[in-house]
């Protein structure tokens, strides 16, 4: 039964409390945003991964006045949704560049408007490249994708390039933008081994494998095509 889910926290929250939620798609650094935050003692003991599935980019859209992203500091800068993956990945990257930040919580669509209008210095959207709100963006709003310095990003990210072909708008040919990247992955409620609801994750997850390759049939989103099904083989 397929619903409708609020980001990564929320869904980590249905996990746990919601009644009847025994899988959501939730980013890699959700147990290190938990964590740091001391929001659930013992969280890791509560919540399994089942596979690894894409890697979704971490994008800084900023004023073009602005050539790097210490250049940020003090600034609005747009953090997504609360409760969001984005809201929350942004977070944990902002607090590792030690960049204090004003931060606002406006749905992408809307920042991008007030991005455009002045009343924000930059917004961050964390998704699988080319992702449509950001590849709309033309040379005449002025905008620019900000690097992310990698070596000083602690936990759960990789390092990751945002390409021209993704967004030919902002990058020239040849050209491309360091950022990191966050894993989307299939996460499971840790029911016991005789629990009935265990029984029932365990027929999900063999008829995951098996099925998979139907997820790759057209139309299918390009990062789909990044998985590697032995590697998401959960330990």
Do not use: C
């Not at 409390?17 to 650094?29: E, F, K, M, P, T």
């Not at 003991?45 to 979704?56: G, V, W």
């Not at 002045?118 to 590849?135: N, R, S, T, Y």
């Amino acid at each position: 039964l397929p619903i409708v889910g609020k980001g990564s926290v929320r869904n980590v929250e249905d996990l746990l409390l919601l009644r009847g939620i025994d899988v959501a798609i939730v980013q890699s650094d959700v147990l290190d945003f938990y964590k740091r935050a001391e929001l659930v003692p013992n969280i890791e003991d509560r919540l399994r991964y089942i596979a690894k599935l894409y890697s979704e980019e971490v994008h800084v859209l900023a004023q073009s006045e602005y050539a790097t992203i210490d250049d940020l500091a003090g600034k609005r800068v747009n953090f997504g949704t609360k409760g969001s993956g984005t809201f929350m990945t942004a977070g944990i990257v902002f607090e590792d560049l030690g960049i204090d930040v004003d931060v606002s919580s406006y749905p992408e669509p809307i920042a991008l408007e007030k991005l455009r209008d002045g009343e924000l210095d930059a917004l961050v959207f964390v998704g699988g490249q080319p992702l449509p709100l950001i590849k709309e963006v033309g040379r005449e709003d002025r905008f620019r994708l900000l690097s992310i310095p990698t070596e000083r990003i602690k936990g759960a990210y990789t390092p990751a390039e945002l390409m021209p072909n993704a967004y030919p708008g902002l990058l020239n040919p040849g050209e491309s933008v360091q950022t990191v990247a966050v894993s989307a992955v299939l996460a499971a409620y840790n029911w016991p081994a005789d629990h009935p609801r265990r029984q029932k994750l365990d027929r999900f997850i063999l008829n995951f494998y098996a099925n998979f390759e139907t997820l790759l049939e057209p139309p299918f989103h390009p990062k789909w095509g990044e998985i590697d099904l032995e590697a998401a083989v959960p330990g």
